[in-house]
């Protein structure tokens, strides 16, 4: 069974840089496409950025130029460096990963930012 964890959330004051990381493990194959959503208090769950098997990306209005997604494929690893975070950036960040046509997701990790 694919296992997806997530690490690097945490507590951040406006202005300042995470660096989120998702891993498969417990996997043989590579992943296909990764993606990192977020989930806010009272807010439905919004894809943040989303990279291909060929290392196309896509992002939300909301943090182009700030965000950028990364894989390591050796690794089984995608990555979200989060630069000039803002108090809006505030939500528990998923994982997303396809292998083999299945959807695996992890189980979240907080990001905070304060004003």
């Known amino acids: 069974q694919v296992q997806v964890v997530e690490s690097g959330g945490g507590l951040v004051q406006a202005g300042g840089s995470l660096r989120l990381s998702c891993v498969a493990s417990?996997?043989?194959?590579?992943?296909?496409?990764g993606g990192w959503y977020r989930q806010a208090p009272g807010k439905q769950r919004e894809l943040v950025a989303s990279?291909?098997?060929?290392?196309?990306?896509n992002y939300a209005d909301s943090v182009t130029g700030r965000f950028t997604i990364s894989r390591d494929n050796a690794k089984n690893t995608v990555y979200l460096q989060m630069n000039n975070l803002k108090p809006e950036d505030t939500a528990v960040y998923f994982c997303?990963?396809?292998?083999?046509?299945?959807?695996?997701w992890g189980q979240g990790t907080q990001v905070t930012v304060s004003s």
């Open positions: 997303n990963v396809e292998i083999r046509r299945l959807r695996y």
């Open positions: 417990r996997n043989p194959f590579s992943i296909n496409t």
């Open positions: 990279i291909s098997s060929g290392g196309n990306t």
